[in-house]
T-cell receptor, first 115, second 113 residues
Framework: GAVVSQHPSWVICKSGTSVKIECRSL??????MFWYRQFPKQSLMLMAT?????????EQGVEKDKFLINHASLTLSTLTVTSAHPEDSSFYIC???????????FGSGTRLTVV | QKEVEQDPGPLSVPEGAIVSLNCTYS??????FMWYRQYSRKGPELLMY????GNKEDGRFTAQVDKSSKYISLFIRDSQPSDSATYLC?????????????FGKGTKLSVIP
């Protein structure tokens, strides 16, 4: 089945620094990947849709200059949180759809803590 | 009104009980309905996938969709402590491919041995 690998699983960074999160589809090519954010006891909120070879589509209210998404190949999408602040601390999850499957496969998530 | 409503619980049941989890939605364009299970600090994993109205069974899990009432359910029979997790309903207007999912808040379930 489809496997999506996400790294790192957790990261602690200082306020003002940038953090990069990687999402890889291991055994399939993912034309489209999605990035979500999840606060404690809250649902997954879609941040952006990442399309290989083109600019990401951001949801309303998501700062595209702060959350940089790059989908340079069919197996890798990255999310960079630039100039991170404590309010950016959250659980970030990526997902991708296997071409012939239904539903989406999710990465294991990245817990970001900004101190 | 949110597009997808789901009671966050928490829901606590004894081992062996039948669990009923539900979501309501407002967008009649939703055609595909999914249930995900999420363990703490992990990404969601797909449990059940249903297209349009009807029932679907997989082992101890049964998913029901009633599009006329805009209501979906997940039943877990003979619940086990390993079923303790947060269950998220999700839905989309399209199936496999690039269409985005809309999630409920999730219901936290605890199955007590």
């Amino acid at each position: 089945g489809a496997v999506v690998s996400q790294h790192p699983s957790w990261v602690i960074c200082k306020s003002g620094t940038s953090v990069k999160i990687e999402c890889r589809s291991l055994d399939f090519q993912a034309t489209t990947m999605f990035w979500y954010r999840q606060f404690p006891k809250q649902s997954l909120m879609l941040m952006a849709t990442s399309n290989e070879g083109s600019k990401a589509t951001y949801e309303q209210g998501v700062e595209k200059d702060k959350f940089l998404i790059n989908h340079a190949s069919l197996t890798l999408s990255t999310l960079t949180v630039t100039s991170a602040h404590p309010e950016d601390s959250s659980f970030y999850i990526c997902s991708a759809s296997y071409p012939t499957d239904y539903g989406y496969t999710f990465g294991s998530g990245t817990r970001l803590t900004v101190v | 009104q949110k597009e997808v409503e789901q009671d966050p619980g928490p829901l606590s049941v004894p081992e062996g009980a039948i669990v009923s989890l539900n979501c309501t939605y407002s967008n009649s364009a939703f055609q595909y309905f999914m249930w995900y299970r999420q363990y703490s600090r992990k990404g969601p994993e797909l449990l059940m996938y249903t297209y349009s109205s009807g029932n679907k069974e997989d082992g101890r899990f049964t998913a029901q969709v009633d599009k006329s009432s805009k209501y979906i359910s997940l039943f877990i029979r003979d619940s086990q402590p390993s079923d303790s997790a947060t269950y998220l309903c999700a839905m989309s207007r399209s199936g496999a491919g690039s269409y985005q999912l809309t999630f409920g808040k999730g219901t936290k379930l605890s199955v007590i041995p």
